[in-house]
């Protein structure tokens, strides 16, 4: 009888086993399949499992036991198990909602390749469609903004897509690549309740009313995040919609027992408008943008799965985007000379802006003899128009400093690239208003320098303002005509706006448009580029002041050179003066570490008291010595930069503390001994170079 | 305890993160007109340590160990400088403790506020002495004993800071006893403790006793130094340069003695929407240097030398390395600083920069008087940092040193030190003088010879040119003679006082742009702004004008508006003839003559002022007495037409603003 009682015991649990099987095989009914991956949808959810065939690896949108995680509840495990989550705002009261998809109902349509998951929320009259597809090299995800159904009360303002697709599960090992600045790591398991991190790609958008800021952080320079565990990583790139979005990084402990980090992307700008002193009403943006949300996923296995094999992926979409004419400078050092500075000074008692000549043509071109042939100039501060910043500029040289002529001949001894900033200025045509962006409430939108006590707006300093999107072609049309130099585009390759005017309002997304066909018509067949966003590197021949460090977040623990390997063998980098480091021998080793060009800021030889002028932080002002000095740093670099020209970094590892060892596509191995104890065959603060086209 | 995060083997072991950056450190320092400049960062994070802490309240360095009075779980950890735990001090049996010291013998107080108390235990936790409320008449019994910061001086005496106490730290020796009070800051002389005293001295005994005490503001935190000196803090304190005080032995505050510069501390109060801000400082640690470092409660780290001037300051509020959420205790060994923070549990180490290490050193040798071994470190500094002020002095110093007088002058300039530019200016004018002086003489000679020789021929033709300057020369030197003729000849000259207004206008002008370094009292770099001297120039005269007329003529006064305006100008002769004399004198004289440039100033202005008396006598036929009686109900109703302008320039932002808010609301509502 017991045995018998026992055998109906198993059977029903067999059963039982059976019929969840059967459930579940059919709640992952649908699947497509390539040669590498095979992607099988989550009906329930709308979420997905892509296995890699490679190594069988899995990865999920939704963890596997997300619903049962100890450290989250209410909203966060629900944003924890979904495949998205937005906010919506109330059109009468204005005020914004949490909506996840996890409490959506879900509709699918399969098609060939992947399939596409609605996502309703009938109470509030909205539909999302999330479209996945499988493609050659991974995933690629969509959300056509244009097929977003808004019926009833409620606009969608934000979106947050896969939040814990890139999520590293308590216990696990591995890190989560962050854009931030040139890139960081967030370690799994280092718990913080305290802090996470929200950065906008491509930077704050510059039409809202920035009064204060918070610590300065490092701008989002590249539209990518990547997880590694497990042998195993993954890249996902925004390939449309990259001026939309925000990263969004969680380490566990902060809402969940889960490491995550996902973009999120805003489809409404919200903005508060003053109607008196004490009055104030919320007001948004009416449509949504006229593109789509994309992303696609790579995925790596294997032991070449880090950040370097993201970074080689994310060069080549980056090379794809490249045109054939645009350029590369040839390796050098960057001479960033200053032909002027502007003072407060007075005509009879007069304020006006009073022109102090700092370094002119004749002095950069015997400083760049000095230094040797090998020498690119950026050239700032060279016309009235560009030290006034004013707009639309016809710029021509500045007599103070040389003449056409000198400019000219300087040109024909050296890649001099005139700097321009075509999108910001503090007096523009008759009426600024016509010229500037504006705010949601249709102000204009101000925009100042920040003190650095008081992180407030420091508004004695005076006022500058957005370029008009709308105003893009124009400028650089005349700029272009008026200049039959090479040109260093400042300002349109760091930053991204919106322009809220009711007559001819542009997106993030429209604008980065309009950027890229200024940059277009400024670049010809290159230019240099100042800071160097993603969206600008098509028409880069050379970056100065790319991002060369993180923003240092307590919530990272590894600051890594995505930004200079994934250019490596694409565009020339130069990161932040030597002169104005604090430590000169370690920007030499930084600049052997990946082939980045060293780069000096020239501000004359007579001293110049810089105090209470743009420059001000441009500390260091004594070029003494410095042409004898450069001309050394380049002769220890030139090793590296003639054994890696045209190469890009395959690996970078850590082979020992304070020692890194860089291998480049054609065998050359670059090994750099930061610490002050020689390393094998490594001498303390220097760098051996093996292999590849050394000499 | 969990170590978290260690980013110091990060930074060793990658060290693309190690490179000093600003950001997002961004470092700055006050100039001499207190504005903010830029400097290189001057410490950066090495290493961060998360502590299992229930409530962090205070952390105090001490031989090389670091200690941490965890007060919610009555205990103290304590850590060697890398931040590893060495052994830790449980069930001290305190509560809500607030307070750590550790002096170098190992013995640890403990201000133990919530047991009203303070502590002192040996190293290993035994209580050595427990402290109360002195049970002194000096003591009041009113306020509670709630100590909340502690001190052990080298002789064993404890310092007890107690909340709401405002005599200061109340002393006890070794074996405990009582000795009084030390340290407490002064009443404020602020307009409301003025008013007070006003009232108080009209009032009754009764009505005086219901008004507030005026009470000085005890001080939030304390340090001390090697040498037994006091450093304390204070947060609700108007007076800038007693926010941070120096004290020695006798409680006298050492850095109130310096008097030829301004002394603040912390950031000027900002006012933004109505609301000022100051800084309020909540901790303080003095280096072995005798510099201070000090926190604030907007996570602020400032730092000033010996002698108050401020090296540096930055705004370390954040989620980045370095930066904090709630900091609330600072302490040093060595150079390096140890930040505790209070929201996150976690202990910062900050190192210097080599910017950092080098404005160390240098000021080092600076302060010891060796200022020709700091020259060279210095003009490491200002490669590094052109515009640190600073370092100019410094070099200036190291220059004057060897001789370079010059040269020095250029540099004390360029570091706004007008007492060192003065000094060297009075070496280069005492060689000048050597080498030029017998010439000068000679030449001097010469000319009155020329004079006494050419007089008979030049004196008729350049009499009669300067004739007409001449009357008005002799108006003011004749203040009632000359006076008493223009009121009778009624010859009241528009053109005089057209140019007498351009030349006050003219007068700014030069003492703005021509006043000697050493005398002038704007930067260097400022611009002359011909709308603010004519403001305070000629607005003043026409406003005196303006009222006078109108006061004189309710008085029967008989002057005219133009009687009254030349006259006045008039009156402003003196002024200018002796601002252009001090013009000139302030770029031949040292700072110590300075007293010859304001006897002056001083008769020019009195010489004006009998010459308006005069005015007023002659031309409205007033007594003396009228007269004085005229001036003061002019000067007042200044005042009153001042502030009938402020107020109608508020009626007129009012309405404007009214019809703003119509407009806008019509426009977005529409």
Not at chain 1, 652 to 681: F, I, K, L, P, Q
Request: glycine fraction near 8%.
């Amino acid at each position: 009888m017991r045995y018998c009682w026992k055998h109906c015991v198993i059977i029903l649990l067999l059963v039982c086993a059976a019929l969840c099987g059967a459930m579940a095989e059919d709640h992952a009914a649908w699947s497509a399949e390539n040669e590498r991956y095979v992607l099988t949808v989550e009906e329930k959810s709308g979420g997905f499992v892509l296995t890699d065939k490679e190594n069988g690896f899995l990865w999920r949108a939704i963890p596997e036991n997300a619903e049962k995680d100890k450290g989250s509840k209410g909203l966060a495990k629900n944003k924890l198990c979904s495949a998205m989550y937005l906010t919506a705002i109330d059109r009468a009261s204005r005020k914004p909602t949490t909506l996840v998809s996890v409490k959506a109902e879900v509709r699918l349509e399969y098609a060939e390749d992947g399939y596409t998951a609605w996502y309703d929320f009938p109470d509030k009259g909205l539909s999302i469609p999330l479209t996945v597809v499988l493609t050659e090299d991974g995933l690629l995800v969509r959300v056509e903004l244009a097929d977003i159904a808004e019926n009833g009360q409620y606009l969608v303002t934000e979106l947050a897509l896969l939040p814990s697709f890139f999520a590293g599960s308590p216990g696990e090992e591995g890190y989560i690549l962050l854009p931030d600045g040139c890139g960081a790591l967030m370690y799994f398991g280092h718990e913080s309740w305290y802090y996470d991190y929200q950065a906008p790609v491509y930077g704050p958008n510059l039409a809202f009313n920035r009064i204060s800021e918070a610590a300065p952080q490092m701008s989002v320079a590249m539209p990518i995040l990547g997880i590694h565990r497990d042998n195993a990583g993954a890249l996902g790139v925004i390939t449309d919609g990259d001026a939309l979005a925000t990263v969004h990084a969680l380490p566990c402990g902060y809402e969940s027992s889960y490491d995550t980090a996902f973009m999120r992307f805003t489809l409404r700008n919200v903005d508060t408008q003053s109607i008196s002193a004490t009055v104030f009403q919320t007001v948004y943006e009416e449509c949504l943008p006229d593109c789509a949300i994309e992303m696609r996923y790579s995925f790596f296995a294997g032991e070449y799965s880090g950040y370097d094999a993201m970074a080689a992926k994310y060069r080549r979409m980056l090379a794809e985007k490249r045109s054939s004419e645009v350029e590369t400078a040839s390796p050098g050092i960057v001479l960033e000379a200053y032909g002027a500075v502007l003072r407060n000074g007075s005509i009879a008692g007069i304020p006006v802006d009073r022109i102090v000549p700092l370094a002119d043509i004749g002095q950069v071109k015997a400083f760049a003899d000095a230094i040797g042939d090998q020498v690119l100039i950026r050239y700032c501060a060279w016309s009235k128009d560009e030290l006034k910043q004013r707009l639309p500029a016809a710029p021509s040289v500045l007599g103070r400093i040389g003449s056409e002529a000198q400019m000219e001949a300087l040109a024909q001894a050296y890649p001099v690239y005139l700097n321009v900033n075509p999108v910001q200025f503090s007096k523009a045509g008759i009426l600024t208003s016509d010229w500037a962006i504006k705010r949601l409430s249709q102000e204009l939108a101000t925009q100042y320098e920040y003190s650095r006590a008081t992180r407030r707006a420091a508004r004695q300093k005076g006022v500058t303002y957005m370029l008009k999107p709308v105003k893009f072609a124009d400028t650089a049309a005349k700029i272009s005509r008026a200049l039959p130099f090479s040109l260093c585009i400042d300002g349109a390759g760091g930053v991204c706006y919106s322009d809220f005017d009711q007559d001819g309002a542009f997106n993030r997304q429209q604008t980065l448009g309009a950027m890229q066909q200024m940059m277009q018509t400024l670049a010809g067949n290159g230019a240099m580029v100042d800071t160097g966003f993603a969206y600008a590197l098509p028409y880069a021949s050379c970056v100065v002041n790319a991002p060369d460090q993180s923003s240092r977040l307590k919530i990272t623990q590894q600051t890594v050179p995505f930004y200079q390997l994934a250019l490596s063998g694409l565009v020339p980098v130069t990161g932040e003066s030597i002169n104005l480091t604090d430590d000169h021998q370690e920007a030499i080793l930084k600049a052997a570490e990946t082939g980045m060009l060293l780069k000096y800021t020239y501000l004359g030889d007579a001293y110049v008291d810089l105090t209470g002028t743009d420059l001000e932080t441009l500390y260091a002002v004594n070029s003494d010595g410095w042409a004898e000095e450069l001309q050394k740093a380049y002769s220890r670099l030139r090793r590296v930069y003639d054994a890696t020209q045209g190469c890009a970094i395959l690996r970078h590892e850590a082979v020992a503390e304070a020692v890194v060892r860089v291998t480049w596509e054609n065998g050359t191995v670059v090994t750099v001994n930061y610490a002050s104890d020689a390393w094998g065959d490594v001498p303390p603060c220097d760098f051996t170079v093996e292999g590849g086209n050394e000499q | 305890m969990k170590k978290l995060v260690s980013f110091l083997l990060v930074l060793l072991s990658i060290a693309w993160s190690a490179q000093a950056a600003d950001l997002p450190y961004k470092t700055y320092v006050y100039d001499a007109y207190k504005n903010e400049r830029a400097i290189p960062m001057f410490y950066e994070p090495a290493a961060c340590e998360t502590l299992a802490l229930k409530k962090a309240a205070d952390l105090c360095c001490s031989d090389g160990l670091i200690y941490v009075l965890d007060a919610g779980s009555d205990r103290i950890l304590v850590l060697d400088r890398d931040m590893t735990p060495v052994r830790k001090l449980e069930n001290l049996g305190t509560k809500s403790a607030s307070g750590l010291y550790v002096d170098a013998q190992g013995n640890i107080a403990l201000a133990d506020t919530g047991n009203q108390r303070a502590l002192v235990v040996d190293a290993q936790g035994n209580v050595l002495l427990t402290l109360t409320a002195p049970d002194s008449p000096l003591y009041d019994q009113q306020t509670a004993f709630a100590p909340d910061k502690v001190l052990l001086d080298s002789a064993g005496n404890v310092y007890v800071s107690v909340a709401g106490l405002y005599k200061g730290a109340v002393v006890f020796n070794a074996q405990g006893e009582f000795k009084g009070y030390y340290g407490g800051n002064k009443v404020e002389t602020t307009a409301e403790v003025l008013t007070d005293w006003w009232w108080k001295n009209i009032l009754t005994d009764e009505q005086r006793n219901r008004l507030n005490r005026s009470l000085p503001v005890a001080f939030t935190n304390f340090d001390m130094d090697a040498r037994d000196f006091v450093y304390t803090c204070s947060s609700n304190i108007a007076t800038t340069s007693a926010k941070v005080r120096k004290l020695n032995t006798s409680g006298i505050s050492l850095w109130e003695q310096i008097t030829d510069r301004e002394i603040t501390f912390g950031d000027p109060d900002t006012s933004i929407g109505g609301v000022t801000t100051s800084t309020l400082f909540k901790d303080n640690v003095v280096l072995d240097n005798g510099f201070v470092v000090l926190l604030d409660q907007s996570s602020h780290i400032f730092c000033y030398d010996d002698y108050a001037n401020m090296l540096f300051g930055f705004h370390a509020g954040g989620a980045q390395e370095g930066l904090f959420l709630n900091p609330v205790a600072i302490d040093a060994i060595g150079s390096d600083l140890y930040v505790l923070d209070q929201r996150s549990g976690e202990i910062t180490r900050l190192v210097l920069t080599r910017f950092g290490q080098l404005v160390f050193s240098a000021l080092e040798l600076y302060n010891d008087g060796r200022y020709l071994e700091a020259g060279s470190t210095w003009q490491q500094v200002l490669d590094m940092a052109g515009q640190y002020e600073l370092a100019h002095v410094g070099m200036g110093m190291a220059l004057k040193k060897s001789g370079e007088h010059r040269a020095a002058m250029t540099e004390f300039r360029l570091g706004n030190d007008r007492v060192n530019y003065s000094s060297a200016y009075q070496s280069v004018r005492i060689a000048f003088i050597r080498q030029y002086g017998v010439l000068i003489a000679l030449g001097l000679a010469a000319l009155v010879l020329v004079w006494k020789l050419t007089r008979r021929w030049i004196a008729p033709g350049a009499g009669k040119a300067l004739s007409p300057v001449g009357t008005h020369l002799r108006m003011m030197l004749h203040p009632f003679g000359g006076m008493n003729e223009l009121s009778i000849s009624r010859k009241y000259s528009l053109l005089f006082a057209g140019a007498m207004i351009v030349g006050l206008i003219v007068l700014d002008a030069l003492k703005f742009e021509l006043t000697g370094f050493a005398f002038s009292a704007h930067p260097d770099h400022q611009p002359y702004n011909i709308f603010r001297g004519a403001v305070s120039a000629v607005g003043l005269i026409f406003l005196w004008t303006i009222t006078n007329w109108g006061v004189t003529t309710l008085t029967d006064g008989t002057g005219s508006l133009k009687a009254v305006l030349v006259s006045t100008l008039y009156a402003m002769l003196p002024v200018l003839v002796t601002g252009v004399i001090n013009v000139v004198l302030s770029n031949v004289l040292t700072l110590e003559e300075q007293a010859f440039i304001g006897w002056i100033e001083w008769a020019g202005y009195l010489w004006a002022a009998m010459m308006l008396i005069s005015a007023q006598m002659n031309i409205h036929e007033f007594s003396l007495g009228k007269a004085l009686r005229c001036i003061a109900l002019t000067l007042l109703g200044m005042v009153v037409v001042l502030l009938l302008l402020f107020m109608m320039l508020v009626l007129v932002r009012k309405v404007y603003g009214i019809f703003e808010t119509i407009y806008r609301e019509l426009t977005i509502r529409a």
